[in-house]
């Protein structure tokens, strides 16, 4: 059926998708009651005036119910329906602590009591920011990774308040719009330009330094010095504009792993050009930002240093649709006989997904049922590289489009498929790694470890927390090379979903060999 | 410097700069003429002025991120802040403040919150779940019930506390209701309500339905709905409800299949055009991704697949050249306009005539003295029905750019009668606000086109004192 990608999936998947029910009616004598306390975790009072809330757990669009804390922090929920909830508490200015007690399981006529919530005070940083000769620097963003921010007043000072305790990395930027080139002067004066600065006053997020922010605290006095840059342009050509669009219609993005981005209109003979582009690794992509058909380009990689970057090339690529065969190294890399039942109709289908890296929107996935023959096709598939991940017991061994034979599970569709059939080889040899984290000689529990591919080739980096001895265990891992680290808990990194082995620091490689699933 | 009209903008750290608005131009502006020196140009730049206050709920709790908005009383300078209104914006922190930093002057502070949680909660221990209304300063419904506050040049203005009102009626609403036709499939069954006569992604939200086909949209604004069931077997009509002050139970959305629409393209011209017949749906932004085909064949024959259900624009893309779309047939009757509304999943026709004697129309862009108006941000509007006038319109039949030797061109006109208006950003007011802009479309003389006319018509524009005099 090829209305399958039809005409407001877009939509659907922007917009917030939820699940839709009737609320049933429920017997009085059935109805449920939640009661407990909320506490601030430094000074273990109550916290008066929060905002608690049960959300059931299956069905988000349902009905929520919520109370507001007493003086004394204690609240209660009263006749709400039995069923699975999380309870949360909230309140400007406290991080929510998490913990087994935020899923409840209500029975019929139950009366849950005493259920404990801890609301951790937030901390703030405060500080100026200043330009090489130690001036104050007005309307410059102050962010931390976690997406916290503030704008400099006329001072160049700042404050960023309600963080999480923990150790943050800050960087400050200056905006200059337009983003132009350089203003001509006839006056012999020098218009100054100011790349990304992380505190206390480097370009490279490696040599930046921490900010430490204890529960409640703030911590001041701290200043970040713009580093003075050359004014830098990136430009190029986006190929492959279909006639009767405009390169008026397309953008060009840039980003960082950091969420950082740049960008330029597209002029109408297709060619483009960024100014003021930060030193910094980008990924670039051209979009259409208007009309009717979703069209772009894969994104292309570029290190941005002190120099200008010419000659670009971003081709756009229509999304296209890839015919796939998935070709079993033996009988046990096949799907076993997969049990349908009607509480999860989907599960038990073979898919193969591909999931999209280095790109924009990162963590796409296309997916696709595999037939009884191995075969499987997926519509709309937009240019770019994915790596492809069977959701039975195998991993990709290889891959082959047409007679371009790639390795490992990282497909490159950066040119489309030009209707080049795809075969992927699985292999059923997935291994695990256990292991246990130590300090000292102790056998350290609620670690983070995290696990990423060597070299980075695009996929997720996995993370896990260390149980009471010290383990852990990453089961279904593709052979190959990996780093292990142990990560540190208080330093905030601002999501992990872009991250890999490049920005794990310290750590140990270590060669997976293939196990037997 | 090249002689021209330019944006004027002067940084200085603490202060500001603004000068008396020329047009409706929220930047302060230069005028060169050719050859044209400046001398003893005088900026005065003034101390900015900062308002700072907390905002704050029924209980004097603080509220984290209220949008707050200080609107000039008095709206007659150009500051050129971004957002070009004049408006003064800040969110509130954690613990409930803000801080406005800009042009001195007097200002109306508001504040607006709205939880970010849209579904409706159920309080039992005697509180009320927040439901507040912008409010202005101090804690006033309307605007004229608020107090002004003056911030003089360079006054750090303090304290300027809001308490936020309770709403009277509820600002969110649901709608239910149930989809019929659902094949028996595992495919998710979509619901789709876009709230306004826009296509925004901000106003748009979407539901999956039971597969009993039941559906609930929670946390929708007041408004006019459009609501559209979409399912890999076809989309419903869609069903437009407004919603004022109660919930909408009750959406009855049936599925139907997809259409086909197959014409014949005829050229009365020269040769067979190359390219694609085109529809854009009218909802949902005008996304038609699941359109197959459209392209004119050798004998002008075309078929498009995949057509859900609703309105769509018909488009001739690209136009031939000097060329006007002279009329559309729908399965036989005769459109006035070229919007077919596909309402049955069976078979379409279409047939496009399009001729090749479209007129041409150009003319010069003068001054009341009579000079041509060289190097300005004027733009020219061809309009047939000044009801319809609409200044953010893109199509180059429509409204077309001032060239920089003060000559406009439309190069495809379609025969019929019209009127010409010309604005220029420096010297035109009242074009922003739509009421006055058809206003303004109306007051042109009307003349006719007819086919394979090439008219010549200069045109004036009203020219506000043009003078770099505000501070000399």
Redesign the interface.
């Given at each position: 059926?090829?209305?399958?990608?039809?005409?407001?999936?877009?939509?659907?998947l922007?917009?917030?998708?939820?699940?839709?029910?009737?609320a049933e009616t429920v017997a009085p004598d059935k109805l449920v009651s939640v009661t407990g306390s909320v506490t601030n975790s430094v000074t273990r009072e109550g916290v008066q005036?929060a905002h608690v809330?049960l959300?059931p757990t299956n069905n988000?669009?349902q009905?929520?119910?919520?109370?507001?804390t007493g003086a004394d922090g204690k609240?209660?929920?009263?006749?709400?329906p039995p069923g699975e909830y999380v309870i949360s508490a909230e309140k400007?200015?406290f991080q929510a602590e998490g913990g087994p007690t935020n899923q409840l399981k209500l029975d019929a006529g139950q009366k849950k009591e005493t259920v404990k919530l801890v609301l951790i005070p937030?901390g703030a940083i405060t500080g100026r920011v200043v330009d090489a000769d130690g001036?104050?620097?007005?309307s410059a963003m102050v962010s931390v990774p976690d997406g916290g921010g503030?704008m400099t007043?006329?001072?160049g000072r700042f404050?960023i308040?309600?963080l999480r305790p923990g150790r943050f990395k800050l960087i400050a930027t200056l905006r200059i719009?337009p983003a132009t080139g350089p203003e001509t002067r006839t006056d012999g004066s020098e218009q100054p330009n100011y790349a990304a600065t992380y505190y206390p006053g480097v370009l490279e997020e490696k040599a930046a330094g921490h900010v430490a922010v204890r529960a409640g605290a703030e911590t001041s006095g701290i200043e970040v010095r713009l580093v003075k840059t050359p004014v830098v342009r990136v430009a190029g050509t986006v190929i492959g504009i279909p006639?009767?669009q405009s390169g008026r219609d397309w953008y060009v993005q840039f980003s960082t792993k950091n969420n950082r981005f740049a960008g330029a209109q597209v002029r109408p003979d297709g060619t483009f050009a960024a100014w003021r582009v930060s030193p910094g690794r980008y990924l670039v992509i051209a979009r259409a930002s208007r009309g009717?058909?979703?069209l772009r380009t894969a994104s292309v990689q570029v290190d941005v240093g002190g120099a200008n970057v010419e000659g670009l090339e971003l081709k756009v690529v229509a999304p296209f649709e890839l015919k796939g065969l998935i070709q079993y190294d033996d009988d046990a890399s096949r799907p076993k006989a997969a049990s349908v039942s009607a509480a999860a109709?989907?599960r038990g289908r073979d898919t193969i997904a591909l999931q999209e890296i280095a790109a924009p929107q990162f963590g796409r996935v296309l997916r696709a049922d595999v037939n009884a023959d191995g075969t499987f096709v997926i519509q709309?598939v937009q240019p770019g590289r994915y790596v492809g991940m069977p959701n039975w017991g195998a991993y990709v061994r290889s891959m082959q489009l047409g007679s371009r034979r790639m390795e490992g599970q990282t497909l490159d569709l950066s040119n489309g498929a030009n209707g080049e059939t795809l075969s992927i080889a699985v292999n059923a040899g997935l291994a695990e790694l256990s292991g246990v984290v130590r300090r000292g000689e102790d056998a350290a529990a609620g670690e983070s470890v995290a696990l990423a591919r060597v070299p980075a080739d695009g996929s997720m980096l996995r993370s896990m927390v260390t149980g009471v001895e010290g383990t852990f265990t990453f089961r279904r891992l593709p052979p190959g090379s990996y780093k292990l680290v142990v990560v540190d808990k208080d330093e905030a990194v601002g999501g992990w979903f872009r991250k890999d082995a490049d920005d794990l620091e310290g750590g140990e490689e270590i060669r997976v060999m293939p196990g037997t699933g | 410097m090249p002689a021209g009209t330019y944006m004027l903008v002067a940084q200085l750290r603490g202060f500001v700069y603004g000068q008396p608005r020329r047009g409706e131009i929220p930047f302060p502006a230069v005028v060169l003429k050719t050859g044209e020196k400046l001398g003893d140009f005088k900026l005065d730049m003034m101390p900015r002025v900062v308002i700072m206050g907390r905002v704050l709920d029924q209980s004097g709790d603080p509220i984290q991120y209220a949008e707050v908005e200080a609107e000039p009383a008095s709206n007659r300078i150009a500051t050129g802040n971004l957002s070009g209104d004049g408006k003064l914006r800040a969110q509130t922190d954690e613990r409930g403040m803000y801080r406005l930093s800009g042009f001195p002057g007097k200002y109306y502070v508001k504040a607006s919150w709205r939880d970010n949680d849209d579904t409706r909660e159920i309080r039992t221990d005697g509180t009320v779940a927040g439901n507040y209304a912008p409010t202005y300063y101090p804690s006033a419904a309307g605007k004229d019930d608020g107090t002004l506050v003056d911030a003089a040049p360079g006054a750090d203005v303090s304290g300027i506390d809001i308490r936020l009102i309770q709403s009277a009626k509820p600002l969110r609403f649901t709608i239910s209701g149930i989809v019929r036709g659902l094949p028996d499939s595992n495919d998710p069954c979509h619901v789709i309500v876009q709230t306004g006569e826009k296509y925004q992604l901000t106003n748009t939200q979407s539901t999956i339905c039971g597969r009993d086909g039941k559906f609930v949209v929670r946390g929708v604004p007041a408004g006019l709905q459009r609501i559209v069931a979409q399912h890999s077997s076809g989309l419903s009509a869609v069903t437009e409800v407004r919603i004022d002050s109660a919930d909408a139970t009750d959406v009855q959305l049936t599925l139907k299949s997809n259409a086909e629409v197959a014409g014949k393209l005829v050229f009365e011209g020269e040769g067979t055009p190359k390219g694609k017949i085109r529809l854009t749906a009218l909802i949902s932004g005008g996304v038609d991704r699941s359109l197959g085909g459209g392209e004119i064949a050798s004998d002008g024959l075309f078929r498009i697949t995949g057509v859900p259900m609703g309105e769509f624009e018909v488009t001739v893309d690209p136009m031939p050249e000097h060329s006007f779309l002279k009329s559309i047939q729908f399965n036989g009757a005769t459109l006035s306009g070229r919007v077919v509304n596909i309402e049955s999943s069976r078979a379409s026709s279409l047939q496009i005539v399009i001729s090749s004697k479209a007129a041409q129309l150009s003319g010069m862009l003068r001054t009341k003295e009579g000079e041509p108006l060289l190097n300005a941000l004027a733009m020219v509007f061809l309009v047939d029905d000044s009801e319809k006038a609409d200044i953010g319109v893109r199509d180059p039949q429509r409204s077309v750019q001032l060239g920089n030797d003060g000559r406009y061109s439309f190069k495809a006109v379609r025969p019929g009668k019209y009127r010409l208006l010309a604005i220029d950003a420096f010297r035109s007011t009242n074009f922003s606000d739509p009421a006055s802009f058809k206003k303004l479309a109306a007051a042109g003389e009307e003349f006719e086109v007819k086919e394979g006319d090439q008219l010549k018509r200069d045109l004036l524009v009203s020219t506000a004192e043009r003078t770099n005099a505000i501070s000399k």
């Open positions: 059926m090829p209305f399958r990608s039809s005409v407001l999936i877009p939509f659907v922007m917009s917030t998708v939820f699940f839709g029910q009737i005036r809330l959300r988000p669009a009905q929520s119910y919520g109370a507001i609240f209660a929920v009263t006749q709400l400007p200015g937030g001036q104050p620097v007005e503030a007043d006329d001072q404050r308040g309600g719009l006639e009767g009717a058909i979703q109709p989907n709309q | -």
